[in-house]
Structures are given as C-alpha cells and as structure tokens.
Nanobody, 124 residues
C-alpha cells in the first residue's frame, strides 16, 4: 500500500505558475507509476500526465503539453507537477495517483491509490 498527500494548490492569476507536490509513504516509491489527474466542477476526471515506474518515461495530455512538467524525486518519495502559463481552464482539483503498471495509463482505472486532491484556481 501507499499513501499519497498532495500539496501546493492555491489561487493564481492567469499566466502564473504553481508547483504541486505529491508525497508518498508506505511501499517503495519506485514501485509505482505516478499519474496526475484533475477534475473541474461538472466535468469528468481528466488525465494530466504521468511518469513511468520502469523507464521514467513521461506522458502529458495535449492540453498541458509545453506548459506542465512532471518530475519525481525518489530520495524524497515525491512527485511534482510544475504548472506554468496557467489558464483559467486549468482550474480544477488536482489528484496524484499511483499504480503498479510499468506504463503510464491515461485512465483512472490504471491507478490503485489516490491522494485527497488539492484545489487549483486560476483567475482571469
């Protein structure tokens, strides 16, 4: 099992930046492929990006490619989501997730463990 705790959300103006952190505890952090998802009010949960447990390969959703960056620090058992050039449409609750697949899944079913989420609000 692994426990995930997100932090770093907040209110930011359009064009600004935020860095989300997802701290993991429990089973060995490197055993998991990590994903980031988001859910805006009235909308379905959306894949943002993920990093593979095996190769470190990173996948991004088209909507965030070039603006968001994922990194993992195994020494700190933490994965980060650096968000730059934020837009109002990025407003959502952001979740990190962990799964045992060797590959980055783009659906929630690929992940077994979820954090509680952190709110990101981008004002125009």
């Amino acid at each position: 099992q692994v426990q995930l705790v997100e932090s770093g959300g907040g209110l930011v103006q359009a064009g600004g930046s935020l860095r989300l952190s997802c701290a993991a505890s429990g089973r060995t952090f490197s055993s998991y492929t990590m994903g980031w998802f988001r859910q805006a009010p009235g909308r379905e949960r959306e894949f943002v990006g993920g990093i593979s447990r095996s190769t470190g390969h990173i996948v991004y959703a088209d909507s965030v490619k070039g603006r968001f960056t994922i990194a993992r620090d195994s020494a700190k058992n933490t994965v980060y989501l650096q968000m730059n050039r934020l837009k109002p449409e990025d407003t959502a609750v952001y979740y990190c997730a962990a799964g045992t697949s060797y590959y980055v899944g783009i659906t929630g079913s690929a992940y077994d463990y979820w954090g509680q989420g952190t709110q990101v609000t981008v004002s125009s």
